[in-house]
T-cell receptor
Framework: DQQVKQNSPSLSVQEGRISILNCDYT??????FLWYKKYPAEGPTFLIS?????DKNEDGRFTVFLNKSAKHLSLHIVPSQPGDSAVYFC????????????FGTGTRLTVIP | GAVVSQHPSRVICKSGTSVKIECRSL??????MFWYRQFPKQSLMLMAT?????????EQGVEKDKFLINHASLTLSTLTVTSAHPEDSSFYIC??????????????FGSGTRLTVV
């Protein structure tokens, strides 16, 4: 049973425009959410996170929005750059510091120069 | 920043043989390491949690006798896939965290190992 879902397997965006990656979850006990970026043949690298007590967290070009009532979060990248082209995984945990991260299936972002 | 080294990056083995994958934390002591597996177009799935000096904790459905995990030191965990079969072909990734004050964002992942069993 997939508790974290990324329904768009791929996304193409023009350089300079906004990229919006979406993630939905089913477990209401999740209270910490993360986004990871993954290049081919490499492990994921942490990008940004958000606690359930917040609805927005911003770090440079990256902003994560959380809508707890809809069990939905999104990652906004603006402006998008070609180097942002990668697979982005959404992940969730039931409590901060818990070992088990539940990952989505990923969205492949392609930023077109 | 924290660096986790995983070796080998790619391995091809014959069915029935065993393969060992190493995960090393290079600049920090990792009391806890995690092993994940990713099948094509699927999520990263946690296989087991490896704690230094104690037995690994396996997730439901993961055969502990098939996937042997050893965390003998604070900088090294190994995953051995025993009697490998073609269905074990997958991408295996480790991650590590420095200690009891776990910041999830601070999990560092290795570069992964592509295992192909022929």
């Amino acid at each position: 049973d997939q508790q974290v879902k990324q329904n768009s397997p791929s996304l193409s965006v023009q350089e300079g425009r906004i990229s919006i990656l979406n993630c939905d979850y089913t477990n209401s006990m999740f209270d910490y959410f993360l986004w990871y970026k993954k290049y081919p043949a490499e492990g994921p690298t942490f990008l940004i996170s958000i606690s359930s007590i917040k609805d927005k967290n911003e770090d440079g070009r990256f902003t994560v929005f959380l809508n707890k009532s809809a069990k939905h979060l999104s990652l906004h990248i603006v402006p998008s750059q070609p180097g942002d082209s990668a697979v982005y995984f959404c992940a969730a945990s039931e409590e901060t510091g818990a070992n088990n991260l539940f990952f989505g299936t990923g969205t492949r972002l392609t930023v077109i120069p | 920043g924290a660096v986790v080294s995983q070796h080998p990056s790619r391995v091809i083995c014959k069915s029935g043989t065993s393969v060992k994958i190493e995960c090393r934390s290079l600049d920090f002591q990792a009391t806890t390491m995690f092993w994940y597996r990713q099948f094509p177009k699927q999520s990263l799935m946690l296989m087991a949690t490896s704690n230094e000096g104690s037995k690994a904790t396996y997730e439901q459905g993961v055969e502990k006798d098939k996937f042997l995990i050893n965390h003998a030191s604070l900088t090294l965990s190994t995953l051995t896939v025993t009697s490998a079969h073609p269905e074990d072909s997958s991408f295996y990734i480790c991650s590590a965290t420095p200690g009891s004050l776990v910041r999830i964002g601070g999990y560092t992942f290795g570069s992964g190992t592509r295992l192909t069993v022929v």
